[in-house]
């Protein structure tokens, strides 16, 4: 296929699929390599950044995705009748962002970093899809392991957990570590308009602690 056509049919693909679709199928289907997909990709996301259109092509990790300008979510909410989606609780960032930097890590780890139980809050986050389950560790009573989903990629807008903001001193525990992990949030924010152009989602709670 010529670029004109590759560009259209995976434009094609992406509109029907509706969610991230992996490189690897994407290739297979639209019969092209690696690099052609990537640099047909990159003229899709150009053209639309350019044309300031109401869609946009991003990269998660390893998959591709069509969603919405993040521009024009005050006129998708308005339209749609959806309420302003609920942001996540201060307990509720701590704890993903443990997860983010540290995954795959268990509940107990988690704990010890905070200081308090949060059981509760990892229950929450996997209801919103922005971790999930990873395996058990190898350890008696082989607790499980959770990490981040590309969900949480797209809601903070990354394409990878390369982008993530640096996190100073990393060898640190217990309090100074929660202090810079809540310093990193407050970067974390600064650029991520969390799931704005998401449907309606139950509010979450502040922890009690």
Do not use: H, W
């Amino acid at each position: 296929m010529e670029v004109k056509e590759l560009e259209s049919a995976l434009e094609g693909v992406l509109f029907a699929a509706g969610e991230p679709v992996p490189v690897e199928r994407l290739c297979l289907g639209l019969e092209v390599d690696r690099p052609t997909l990537d640099a047909v990709a990159q003229r899709l996301m150009d053209r639309y950044s350019y044309d300031r259109r109401g869609i946009r092509l991003v990269r998660l990790d390893t998959s591709y995705q069509l969603c919405s300008a993040p521009e024009f979510a005050n006129y998708i909410r308005k339209t749609l009748e959806s309420r302003k989606p609920a942001r996540l609780s201060q307990p509720a960032l701590e704890v993903l962002s443990i997860i983010a930097y540290y995954q795959p890590v268990t509940r107990a780890y988690v704990d010890q970093v905070r200081g308090v139980d949060s059981s509760y809050t990892i229950g929450l986050l996997l209801e919103r899809e922005l971790i999930e389950e990873a395996g058990r560790l190898a350890v008696p009573g082989r607790p499980v392991q959770f990490k981040t989903t590309k969900n949480f990629l797209r809601s903070f807008g990354l394409s990878s957990l390369d982008e993530l903001p640096e996190l100073p001193n990393q060898s640190q525990e217990g309090g100074q570590m929660t202090l810079e992990l809540e310093a990193t949030l407050a970067r974390l924010r600064e650029g991520a308009a969390l799931e704005e152009d998401q449907t309606e989602q139950p509010e979450i709670p502040a922890e009690e602690v």
